[in-house]
Structure formats: C-alpha cells, structure tokens
C-alpha cells in the first residue's frame, strides 16, 4: 500500500506529522516549514486520504503498521498526530518504539470515546452532496451548510473536493471511514495489551474548549505513555494548530529541541 509523502528541509532530526480524519499531510504545511529550518519533516497523507491508497477497511494497528513502514530504527522519527493521525500515532509507537525517538500527541486521548461525534454527520453531509449535478465549489459550501454549519469546518472539509476530467469526487474513502466511523472512534486495546508502555518523551497538547483530552482520561495515558506531560493551549479548540498556530509552533519547536 503506498502513502503519498512530501518532504521537507535538508538537515536535522527527522519529525513526520499524521493529520487527522479528512485532512491531508499538507495542512501542517506553515507549521512544518518553521520546523524545518533545523529538522528534516515528513508531511503524510494517511491511509483513507489525500493521495495516498485505499483499502476496504479502517484499523488503528494496520494504519500504525502502514505508517511505520516510512521509518527507520536507525533515524527515529519524532512523530506528530492530530486526532485520528494522533491516535494511529500512538499506536505505532506502542508497536514500533525502536521507530520513535519522541512523540506529540494533539488533541486526542488513548481511549475509546463512547458517544458517535459530529464526524459522523459530516460524513453523511458530504456522501449526500450530488457531485454529478454540481457545477461549482460555492454550490458544495451551500449544500453542506445544514450538515456542517460552521464554516471553517465546511472550508476544511471542502479542501477534499477534487475536480477531474471525470468530475468532481472526494478524496477521503468515504464509504469505509462512513462504515467504520465507531472504529476511528475507538482504541485497539486488546490488540495492544500484552505490549510495554512507550518509554520515550511524549506531549499531549490539547485545546480549552474541546473535550477530547480530559483528567479522567490521565490514568490511560500515564498507563500506555509514562514519560508524558500535558499543555492545553487557550483560545482553541479541537483543531488546536489551526486555531492557534504560532503558539502550537512555539510548543512543540520546545518539545523537539
């Protein structure tokens, strides 16, 4: 399975960044290029997205297995995930930790969330957009509204509308992420069980407002990643290196040095 990759700066450690579901390697582009001054950046269109491969199911162990074919025990990376890219992150450093010299996790926890997110109902506004009768990108952002009211939302998740020479489509694999939306949800715990904890240096960065890294769920996190600690960035929210990006950058540009 190939996974599409951009690549970055000439010298340095090496930090690979995993986006999250709908997003693609090049929205971490601003914030890679800062890093890059003095580290070498992989920027990865995750499974299921952008232009890299499908297949015909979702799961965090074969996307974290997927992903660490990019790396090598001999140039450990410094690995960066957001939300479902940070939870596949995890994952593979848990099963690869010879791969992983540190990790940064944004904004998502190493637990199985129990309530069905508003994914799902974007999921569902994007698959009943007509593309057939679509003329223009601005008919789309219309035609989402009421699935996605928010408008940087629907700006993002419009960055997946691709016109070819067949018409428009989605990037994203639709159909899986739509069927598996639970598993994306999920944590692979008993395929991780029997596994030490990862005992590299790990950061969790989570936004104020968003309540996908709580206290409750410390006890996971200090149980998978000993050697971690904890910075809530204010004025963000889920998408905390969107929403805050010159502080997200000050952050981690600390955590890697």
């Known amino acids: 399975m190939a996974l599409h990759t951009t690549s970055l700066g000439e010298s340095g450690p090496?930090?690979?960044?995993?986006?999250?579901?709908?997003?693609?390697?090049?929205?971490?582009?601003?914030?890679?290029?800062?890093?890059?001054t003095d580290h070498r950046v992989l920027l990865v269109d995750m499974p299921h997205h952008g232009r890299s491969d499908w297949t015909d199911s979702f799961d965090y162990v074969?996307?974290?297995?997927?992903?660490?074919?990019?790396?090598?025990?001999?140039?450990?990376?410094?690995?960066?995930?957001h939300s479902m890219g940070g939870k596949a992150a995890m994952v593979l450093a848990l099963r690869h930790p010879e791969l992983v010299e540190r990790l940064c996790v944004v904004d998502v926890s190493p637990v199985a969330y129990r309530s069905r997110s508003e994914f799902s109902g974007y999921i569902e506004g994007m698959q009943a957009l007509d593309l057939l009768?679509?003329?223009?990108?601005?008919?789309?952002?219309?035609?989402?509204?009421?699935?996605?009211?928010?408008?940087?939302?629907?700006?993002?998740l419009l960055q997946n509308l691709r016109r070819g020479d067949d018409g428009w489509s989605w990037q994203p694999n639709l159909t899986v992420l739509g069927r598996d939306i639970d598993l994306l949800g999920g944590w692979p715990e008993e395929a991780l069980a029997a596994l030490p904890p990862y005992d590299g240096r790990t950061l969790w960065v989570a936004g104020q407002s968003?309540?996908?890294?709580?206290?409750?769920?410390?006890?996971?996190?200090?149980?998978?990643?000993p050697r971690n600690r904890r910075?809530?960035?204010?004025?963000?929210?889920?998408?905390?290196?969107?929403?805050?990006?010159?502080?997200?950058?000050?952050?981690?540009?600390?955590?890697?040095?």
């Open 14 to 36: 090496l930090v690979a960044f995993c986006h999250g579901l709908f997003g693609q390697g090049k929205n971490w582009t601003s914030i890679a290029k800062a890093v890059a």
């Open 133 to 156: 009768g679509l003329e223009r990108r601005a008919e789309a952002d219309e035609a989402l509204v009421e699935a996605v009211p928010d408008p940087t939302v629907r700006s993002f």
């Open 210 to 225: 968003s309540g996908y890294v709580r206290d409750e769920y410390a006890p996971a996190m200090d149980r998978y990643f």
């Open 231 to 257: 910075v809530t960035i204010k004025g963000a929210g889920h998408w905390v290196h969107s929403e805050q990006p010159a502080v997200f950058t000050e952050v981690l540009r600390r955590f890697l040095a």
């Open 62 to 81: 074969d996307v974290a297995d997927q992903v660490a074919e990019l790396f090598s025990a001999d140039d450990p990376v410094a690995l960066v995930g």
